[in-house]
């Protein structure tokens, strides 16, 4: 190697597939990748179940669908989350775990579940309400914010690809909470509390995270 | 109407903890409607935390010494409760406190013992 090029050689033999430069360069600058890989797990866990959870809020929001179609841009703008950072976990000499009930039980985020006991005939749909579903669509998505934050901040100025992501998709959380809060603050409170939306291109456009816009090779 | 109660929580730093606190013992006052976590990093003590609705358990910490209320947990069980485990983010205090902070590997490590997520998924 030429000694005027230091950081064409490094500490991985050449044609070493066992390791992975792109590790070694968070380690050498203060970021334990298999750590944050682990981290990332647990966020796209809780992205991957809050999808499936969702579909099932929205389902049950018959005769209000304005809170149907925005429900199913974070239901969608979810799924994209998953699969924007899933490549990364290979990346970082991860898998994600053969057992869907394992990746489950290991999501960051509460399962995001409809607001009413379910019982052997079904959901208690009489004591069902739009309010109850706009608070847990609301209050997953302030776990979503305060994951994505953490991840931000374990990133930062160490791991521009993850940086990237985590900041692209904080900022449709912050987006998906403020839709939550202007629907719940009229629903409930009869207030109008604007969330400054402007509708999405297409239904779950995830202006800003959907892969392949900025990442075909994934 | 009634000010809540308010109690003395002391908090025991662990050396090898990622925290400008490292092996310091700092003491704050928390009311009884506040969680320690939001008390402590109001004070100025960033204790490690992710979820802040009692799920994920990033915010572990032993009870040494007390009692805290976690009816606010999504998911907080019997045997953490039995091992003195405490859940900082959602945990109010009902009483003066003494916590081990920064424990979320031994929390991982006993959920993981009993059988409860997010242990058995991620050490099982």
Known sequence: MSDDKPHAAGNIDAGDTSERVGMAVLRERGLDPEELREKLLDAIGAEFTTYYYYTNLRMHLAGHEDYKEITEDARLEDRAHFELVAPRVYELGGSLPNDIRDFADRASCPDAEMPVPYETEGFELDELTAESILEVLLEAERCAIRTWSEICDMTQGVDPRTYDMAQRILQEEVEHEAWFVELLSMERDGEINPAGHFVRGEPGDAPLSTNRRFNDSA | ?124
Not at chain 2, 9 to 26: F, Q
Not at chain 2, 32 to 49: F, H, N
Not at chain 2, 104 to 109: A, H, I, N, Q
């Open chain 2, 1 to 124: 109407m009634t000010e809540p109660a308010t109690w003395t929580v002391e908090l025991r730093v662990p050396d090898e903890a990622d925290l400008d606190a490292a092996g310091e013992s700092r003491t704050l006052e928390v009311r009884e409607d506040q969680s320690i976590l939001a008390a402590a990093r109001s004070a100025g003590i960033w204790l490690s935390a992710d979820c802040q609705q009692g799920w994920c358990i990033t915010c572990a910490a032993k009870l040494l010494e007390g009692e805290v209320d976690h009816s606010n947990a999504k998911r907080y069980y019997p045997s953490d409760d039995e091992a003195g485990f405490v859940l900082t983010c959602v945990g109010q205090p009902r009483s003066d406190l003494v916590l081990e902070v920064e424990q979320y590997d031994e929390l991982l490590r006993h959920r993981a013992e009993h059988d409860k997520p997010p242990g058995r998924s991620k050490l099982g």
